[in-house]
C-alpha cells in the first residue's frame, strides 16, 4: 500500500513539472499571439492594446500560477482565437479521439497479444517467420502511408468508406460512424508491431523457464501452459509497451487526424498552434500528460496484480519496475 | 482571396505526392493540364459541395473583417461594384455612377426593387452604414487604410433612397474601383453586431447554417435580382490539410477545392482520376521577390537594378512552375489587365555583372529564404538563384518553416519569395504595395517620385491620359522598384468533372452560372 501511495504521489510531482514545462515551452513557440490574431498589417499599437487585454504584458509567472490555479479547478480559460470555453472545445475533440483510440486500443491488444503468442509457441515455423516479416514491414511504414493507402484502396478506387471527415468539430456520431473505420484500422496497423515482438520474445523466454518445461513435462496441456502458466508472467514486460501506445493513442493522434481531417485531439492542437491558440495548447498538452501518467500508474498497478513477487519484495527493493522493452515506440510520443 | 486565410500551417506531407505515385501506376495521366473548365448548359438544381481552408477558428461572415469566410461572401453577398475580368469596374448594387468635374464627389445611384434575405429593401442608407462599419477602427479591416486616406464616415451621404454620395478630400478619378474589394460588400443597417453570423445579404444564395471553421450551407435566393442561380443549394466543408483536401476530391466526397493551387503532381493526378479534373485561373498568383530596400544589401538602386536584368522570366516560368502562367519582368500588373504596360524590360546577365562591379559588390553572396507556404515559392526560389548565377551573383536556398514564414521573414531578411492573389484593380495595387509607408509595400521603397505620379494620375480624370500616368508608375517601378515581380502563375483548381461553368478571376467567383451536368451523362 506504500508503494501504491508512492505511485501517486509521483504521479502528482509529474503532472507538476508537466505542467511548468508546457507553460514554458508554449511561451517559447516563436510568433506572437497578439502579432497573429492581429494579421500582417497590425499597427503597433492595436499590437500593444491586444496583448494587454489579453495579459500577456504581465510577468510569465503571475500568469503561470493564474493558469495553473485555475485549471486545478476544472477552469481552462477561453479560446484566444474562437473564444469558446476552452473545457468544452477540448473534451468535444477529446470525446472524438476517443471513438477512434478505444476501438484500435481493444483491436490493436487483442490481435497483437494473440499473434505474439502464437508465434511464440510455433517459434521457428512458417507462422512464426510471417508474423516476424510482417511486423518489421508495419514497423517500417510511417502511420500517414498506411493512412494513405488505405484512402486510395477504399476510399478512391472502391469508394466503401469516406476519404475525410467533412463536418468538422460538430459532426456528430452519425456522421462520424462511416469515418471511423479507416483511422482504426490505421492506428491498429501502427501499433500492433511493437507489441507483438514483446510478446512474442518473453512469451519465449517464459516458455524456456523451469516452471514452463516441468508443467509440460507433468502433462498439463500445452494451451494451459501457455495462457495459465507463461503468459501472466511474460505480460509484465509487455505492459509498458502497451501503455505507451495507449497513451499515445488518447493523447490524439496527429498525423492520423490530420490524414483523414477528423476532429478529434491532434487536429485541434495542429490547428492551435497554427493560430498560437495558448490557452487551447496549453489544455491539451496538459490532457496529453495526465493521460501519459494515469494510463502508466494504471500499467503499474496492473503489474502489481499480475506479478505476487512485486507485492511482497516491495520492502526491501524500492520500486522493481519492469523495463520497457526494446521496442518501446519512444518515437511515437506525440511532440 | 486575403493572405491572411492561406498562410495557414498545413501539414505537408508527401501525401500528395505519394497518391501520385499510386495512381500513375494506373495509366499514364495526359501531360497538358486543361485550361479551363467546362462550359455547357448545366442541369438546373443540384447541391455543389465545396471543401475549403477555414481562416481560422475566428473566421467570420462579416466581410470587412480580416479573418471573413471567403468563399461564402461572393454567395450570400453584392458590393456596389465589381471588376470584370480585364479590371474594368462594373456594376453590381449600383447600376450608374458619376464623379463632379476635379473627381473629389462621387455619386452611385442603386439599382431598384433589390431586398436583403430579410426581405428588407436596399437603400442608400445601408451603403452609408456598410462604409462607417469598414472604417470603424474596431472592425480592423484591411481595406480601411485604403478607404480612409480619402474620406471619413461622415464624408458619405445618403441623398436619397437609392442615391449615395461620397466626398473625397483628395481628387481621385478610380475612386470607384476601390469598392470592388471583398471587404466592401453591403449589409443591412444596424446589422454590425450579428452579420458575422446571420450573412444577410442580397446575393444570389442566402444562409442556411454556418459554422466557424466548419461546415455550412447556402440555399437559392429565388428572389435575386439578376435571376435565380443555377444551383439549389451549396455545402461548404472545412478541411485545413492540403493532401486531405485533395483526397475528398478524389473520392467524390467534395466538387471543388477552393483556395487550393495545386503543385504539378497533384494536378496531373487529379487530372488523370476518374471523376476529377482540373481548371486554370489564369495569372492569379502574383509571385513576388521583395528586395528589403531598407537592407545594406540592397540600398543601392544599381545592385536592384542588377537583380532584375540578371534573371529571364519567361524562362524562369517554364522552370518554375512548366509555364503555367505568363512572364512578370517585375511589372506587378497583372498581363490581363488594359492598364498593363505592353513590352517588357532586357533580359542584360552581361550588364548585370557589370552594375554589380560598379557598385562594389560582384560576387554578392547571400540567402534567399523560401518556404513550403506555397508550393511554388521553393520552386520560384531555386529557378532565380540558377538564374542570377550567370551574372555572378551565389544565392543560397534558405526554407523556413511556413509557420513564422510571413512573421519572421517577410519584410524582415532582405530577400525571400513570396506572394499575392491577383485581383486588385490598377490604383489600389499600385497604392498598396508600391506607395511609400503602405503597410503592404514588402519591400520598404520609399520612392516619392512614385508617390507623385500615383497622386497624379488619381486627379486625372481623363482616362486615356490617366492610363498613361499609371503606367509610367509601372516603368518606374520596372526601373527602380525594389519588389521584383518574376511570374504570375495559374492557380490550378481541382473540381469534379461534373461541375460546369465554373469561372473565378481576382477575388470574383461566379455563383450565379456554376452547375453540375445531369448526373445520367
Not at chain 2, 474589394?181 to 442580397?202: D, H, L, M, N, V
Not at chain 2, 497533384?266 to 502574383?286: D, F, I, K, L, M
Not at chain 2, 468533372?497 to 450565379?512: A, C
Amino acid at each position: 500500500m506504500i508503494y501504491v501511495a508512492r505511485r501517486l504521489l509521483a504521479s502528482v510531482v509529474t503532472l507538476f513539472l508537466a505542467s511548468f514545462f508546457v507553460f514554458f515551452a508554449v511561451q517559447a513557440l516563436p510568433g506572437d499571439v497578439a502579432e497573429q490574431l492581429l494579421g500582417q498589417n497590425a499597427t503597433p499599437e492595436a499590437v500593444a492594446t491586444l496583448r494587454a487585454q489579453l495579459g500577456l504584458d504581465q510577468s510569465v509567472w503571475v500568469r503561470y500560477f493564474d493558469w495553473l490555479s485555475s485549471a486545478v479547478h476544472g477552469d481552462l480559460g477561453t479560446s484566444l482565437v474562437s473564444g469558446e470555453s476552452v473545457a468544452e472545445t477540448l473534451s468535444t475533440a477529446f470525446g472524438h479521439t476517443l471513438l477512434i483510440a478505444i476501438p484500435a486500443m481493444i483491436i490493436g491488444v487483442t490481435i497483437s497479444v494473440l499473434l505474439g503468442v502464437w508465434a511464440a509457441a510455433r517459434r521457428g515455423t512458417k507462422v512464426d517467420n510471417t508474423v516476424s516479416v510482417l511486423t518489421l514491414i508495419t514497423m517500417s511504414i510511417p502511420e500517414f502511408v498506411v493512412a494513405t493507402v488505405l484512402i486510395i484502396v477504399f476510399a478512391i478506387v472502391i469508394p466503401i468508406f469516406p476519404a475525410v471527415v467533412l463536418q468538422g468539430p460538430s459532426a456528430t456520431f452519425s456522421d462520424l460512424l462511416p469515418a471511423l473505420w479507416l483511422p482504426i484500422v490505421t492506428l491498429v496497423i501502427s501499433m500492433v508491431a511493437y507489441i507483438i515482438r514483446s510478446t512474442r520474445s518473453s512469451t519465449i523466454d517464459g516458455l524456456t523457464t523451469e516452471y514452463a518445461t516441468a508443467a509440460e513435462l507433468k502433462g498439463v496441456k500445452r494451451r494451459v501452459v501457455l495462457f495459465k502458466h507463461v503468459l501472466p508472467t511474460a505480460m509484465l514486460p509487455v505492459l509498458p509497451v502497451i501503455s505507451i501506445n495507449v497513451a499515445w493513442l488518447l493523447g490524439g493522434v496527429v498525423v492520423t487526424e490530420t490524414v483523414f481531417n477528423y476532429p478529434g485531439l491532434g487536429k485541434l492542437m495542429i490547428d492551435s498552434v497554427s493560430t498560437r491558440d495558448l490557452p487551447v495548447l496549453q489544455a491539451i498538452a496538459l490532457l496529453s500528460a495526465c493521460v501519459y501518467v494515469l494510463v502508466n500508474l494504471a500499467a503499474d498497478l496492473l503489474a502489481l496484480l499480475l506479478d505476487p513477487r512485486q507485492r511482497t519484495s516491495r520492502r526491501r527493493s524500492s520500486r522493481p519496475r519492469p523495463k520497457p522493452a526494446l521496442e518501446a515506440k519512444t518515437s511515437e510520443v506525440p511532440t | 482571396m486575403p493572405q491572411g486565410a492561406t498562410r495557414r500551417t498545413l501539414l505537408q506531407g508527401a501525401l500528395a505526392g505519394l497518391a501520385a505515385g499510386g495512381l500513375t501506376a494506373c495509366g499514364a495521366p495526359p501531360l497538358i493540364l486543361p485550361k479551363s473548365a467546362v462550359t455547357g448548359t448545366p442541369a438546373r438544381g443540384g447541391t455543389l459541395h465545396i471543401a475549403r481552408p477555414a481562416a481560422s477558428a475566428a473566421e467570420t461572415l462579416d466581410s470587412a473583417s480580416s479573418l471573413s469566410a471567403y468563399e461564402y461572401l461572393g454567395a450570400i453577398y453584392n458590393r456596389l461594384v465589381k471588376l470584370d475580368v480585364k479590371g474594368k469596374t462594373v456594376p453590381d448594387l449600383a447600376t450608374e455612377w458619376s464623379s463632379n468635374s476635379d473627381a473629389t464627389q462621387w455619386t452611385f445611384t442603386l439599382r431598384a426593387g433589390v431586398s436583403f434575405h430579410n426581405g428588407k429593401p436596399l437603400t442608400a442608407a445601408d451603403v452609408r452604414y456598410t462604409i462607417a462599419h469598414i472604417l470603424d477602427p474596431d472592425t480592423a479591416s484591411p481595406q480601411a487604410g485604403t478607404l480612409s486616406t480619402m474620406f471619413g464616415p461622415k464624408d458619405v451621404e445618403a441623398v436619397d433612397d437609392r442615391t449615395v454620395r461620397f466626398r473625397l478630400k483628395t481628387p481621385n478619378a478610380e475612386f470607384p474601383s476601390l469598392l470592388t474589394a471583398y471587404q466592401c460588400y453591403i449589409i443591412p443597417e444596424g446589422s454590425a453586431k450579428t452579420i458575422g453570423k446571420t450573412g444577410i445579404g442580397t446575393g444570389p444564395f442566402r444562409l442556411e447554417s454556418y459554422r466557424a471553421a466548419g461546415a455550412g450551407a447556402v440555399v437559392a435566393n429565388e428572389d435575386y435580382f439578376d435571376g435565380r442561380p443555377v444551383l439549389d443549394r451549396i455545402e461548404f466543408f472545412s478541411i485545413q490539410d492540403t493532401s486531405a483536401r485533395v483526397n475528398a476530391l478524389l473520392s467524390s466526397q467534395v466538387d471543388l477545392l477552393a483556395q487550393t493551387n495545386m503543385d504539378n503532381a497533384t494536378a496531373r493526378v487529379v487530372t488523370g482520376s476518374r471523376g476529377t479534373t482540373v481548371a486554370r485561373v489564369p495569372n492569379a498568383q502574383w509571385y513576388t521577390i521583395p528586395m528589403l530596400a531598407t537592407s545594406k544589401e540592397f540600398q543601392d538602386p544599381l545592385v536592384r537594378r542588377a537583380m532584375k536584368l540578371a534573371y529571364d522570366s519567361d524562362t524562369l516560368l517554364q522552370t518554375a512552375i512548366q509555364g503555367t502562367g505568363s512572364g512578370g519582368w517585375d511589372n506587378p500588373v497583372p498581363p490581363n489587365l488594359e492598364a498593363r504596360l505592353p513590352g517588357h524590360r532586357p533580359y542584360d546577365p552581361e550588364q548585370a555583372r557589370a552594375l554589380l562591379k560598379k557598385a562594389g559588390k560582384d560576387g554578392l553572396r547571400i540567402p534567399i529564404y523560401t518556404s513550403a507556404y506555397e508550393p511554388n515559392l521553393t520552386p520560384i526560389a531555386v529557378a532565380y538563384a540558377e538564374q542570377v548565377r550567370k551574372a555572378g551573383i551565389d544565392l543560397t536556398i534558405t526554407s523556413v518553416s511556413s509557420d513564422s514564414y510571413y512573421t519572421a521573414v517577410w519584410m524582415k531578411k532582405p530577400l525571400m519569395v513570396s506572394y499575392w492573389y491577383t485581383g486588385r484593380p490598377v490604383d489600389q495595387l499600385l497604392n498598396q504595395i508600391f506607395r511609400s509607408g503602405s503597410s503592404y509595400n514588402e519591400s520598404g521603397l520609399s520612392d516619392k517620385r512614385l508617390d507623385e505620379v500615383l497622386d497624379a494620375a488619381r486627379a486625372d480624370t481623363n482616362e486615356q491620359s490617366r492610363r498613361a500616368k499609371y503606367q509610367d508608375a509601372q516603368q518606374m517601378i520596372v526601373d527602380n522598384g525594389a519588389d521584383m515581380t518574376p511570374i504570375f502563375g495559374d492557380r490550378i483548381v481541382g473540381l469534379s468533372d461534373r461541375v460546369v461553368n465554373y469561372q473565378e478571376y481576382g477575388f470574383e467567383f461566379d455563383y450565379v452560372n456554376i452547375g453540375l451536368k445531369a448526373s445520367s451523362s
